[in-house]
């Protein structure tokens, strides 16, 4: 089950001026689940995203990118139980035509529309189900549909994941509200699996763009749950410009700075919500990276230590067998490492120093930390001052299951 991710329901999810959203049964699923999302923007919004790196990238990645390049985009359209990926230009025909059905019924261009998919990689898309499901989709659209759309895009996710937050820009209420999906194959590279986080601010393009690569840099690019990253990875961020704040032009006001940070909360929250949610995970575990000579350094470290499969499955058993950290901290890759500056801490106890086993570390004390249901690996580098974390969670039984299942 996941690890203490609260209950989400509508009353959660706030609406964001400018938006609806429609959900759809589309039949591409095996399963019957709703697996079809539009969401609808007003004619004024701005939309800017981050893309995976994983060179083989989705088809509708690739239509994506193109068609954000207008910089005027007026609708999104999701679905789930096909990643339409690993199927060439027959996959790039049909994200297409899903964009030029979906723009039909929208009364907009095709370019106007950006498409995600999510699901089974190196399957053909079965445009016709999508094609039929779009007018239902659209039928339903409104603007309180944010739940119902958080668990459309699901996939191996057991719970759906979303969060709201209001904050005041010079006397304006701005809403954000955000959703995600992801559970397996996470290792983000400049987003995750899906998100979509919609403010009704008014802010520049540009700084639009500034910002979700700075969103996704301190959120769902420092989670892993396999170290795999996907085929189809985006993360959207669109501001509708419904509120009533002065539009924010420049990146030295206080007020982009006020919206980035709330922004980035919401990330956070949901980045954390996917490793809770990771497939067969019993314990969030954050490993944190102090004193190093920077921000890349400390990543490093923290990653070699959260996609070592010894580390993880330690911590499923709660086996204090930490030598397997000091391992990853060794193979990480710094040059010039001294491991005999290194600390290591599980929580507050402290379990190596000087090159070995603290003196007085006992195991007892390592295996009442590895039960907790939440757990901090702090290493300490003592090489410099930057910092930071990355947030994981431990390999089960059922993380084999679930992927060994995970067509059937």
Known sequence: MPVNIPNLSSEHLLPVPGITLGIAEAGIKKSRHRDLLVIALDRNARVAGVFTQNRFCAAPVIVAKEHLASDCIHALVVNTGNANAGTGQSGLYHARTTCEVLAGLLDCQPQQVLPFSTGVIMEPLPIDAIVNGLPAAVADLKADNWFAAAQAIM????????????????????????????????????????????????????????????????????????????????????????????????PE????????????????????????????????????VEAGVNEAECKQVAYAIA??????????????????????????????????????????????????????????DGQRVMKQSEITVRVVLNRGGAVATVWTCDFSYDYVKINSDYRS
């Not at 763009?209 to 840099?217: G, L, N, P, S």
């Not at 990875?233 to 410009?241: E, K, P, Q, R, W």
Request: charged share 20%; proline share 3%.
């Open 155 to 250: 996939t191996t996710d057991i719970v759906p994941k979303g969060v709201s937050k209001q904050i005041e820009l010079n006397g304006e209420t701005v809403t954000i509200t955000g959703i995600a999906k992801g559970s397996g194959m996470i290792r983000p590279n400049m987003a995750t699996m899906l998100g979509f986080i919609a403010t009704d601010a008014r802010i520049s393009h540009s700084l639009l763009q500034e910002m979700v690569r700075y969103v996704a840099d301190h959120s769902f690019n420092c989670i892993t749950v396999d170290g795999d990253t996907s085929t189809n990875d985006a993360l959207m961020l669109i501001a509708t410009g419904c509120a009533g704040n002065a539009e924010i032009c420049e």
């Open 253 to 288: 006001r206080a007020e982009f700075a006020q919206l980035q940070e709330a922004v980035t909360s919401v990330a956070r929250s949901l980045a954390q919500m996917i490793v809770r949610d990771g497939e067969g995970a019993t314990k969030f575990i954050a490993v944190q």
């Open 307 to 364: 996609h070592s499969p010894l580390v993880k499955t330690a911590f499923f058993a709660s086996d204090p067998n930490l030598g397997r950290i000091l391992a990853a901290i060794g193979y990480a890759g710094i040059d010039n490492l001294d491991v005999n500056d290194i600390q290591l801490y599980l929580d507050d106890v402290l379990v190596a120093e000087k090159g070995g086993r603290a003196p007085g570390y006992r195991e007892e």
